[in-house]
């Protein structure tokens, strides 16, 4: 069973930083796709940055390039996320997601959109105060 769980939400002010960690497990492919996805109240899901097993660089959407990064640590199967800069118009649950993914397919096919054929995680909250 595939299981995908996020930790590491949590109450920010406007500027200040936050790390997302997704543990994965139950997940065998060798070739996948992973990302980090966000919904805020009212507002379709959307993709932030994702990451392939092949030699592709991240995407990142753009409110977030230059501010977000996102990491794997294939020995523990963690996807981190890194926000740094926290802006007001960042407060969603921010949830990851994988597929089966051929390393040749550039992350940016995986996001920016929502798939429900995706795994996901439960979410966790990131509100920011401004």
């Known amino acids: 069973q595939v299981q995908l769980v996020e930790t590491g939400g949590g109450q920010v002010q406007s500027g200040e930083s936050l790390r997302l960690s997704c543990a994965v497990s139950?997940?065998?492919?060798?070739?996948?796709?992973i990302g980090w996805f966000r919904q805020a109240p009212g507002k379709e899901r959307e993709g932030v940055s994702c990451?392939?097993?092949?030699?592709?660089?991240?995407f990142y959407a753009d409110p977030v390039k230059g501010r977000f990064a996102i990491s794997k640590d294939n020995r523990t199967f963690t996807v981190y996320l890194e926000m740094n800069t926290l802006q007001p118009e960042d407060p969603a649950v921010y949830s990851c997601?994988?597929?089966?993914?051929?390393?040749?397919?550039?992350?940016?096919?995986?996001?920016?959109?929502?798939?429900?054929?995706?795994?996901w995680g439960q979410g966790t909250q990131v509100p920011v105060s401004s």
């Open positions: 997601a994988a597929v089966a993914l051929s390393p040749t397919t550039p992350p940016a096919t995986m996001c920016p959109r929502a798939n429900a054929d995706y795994y």
């Open positions: 139950g997940f065998t492919v060798s070739s996948y796709g």
């Open positions: 990451i392939n097993t092949g030699p592709n660089s991240p």
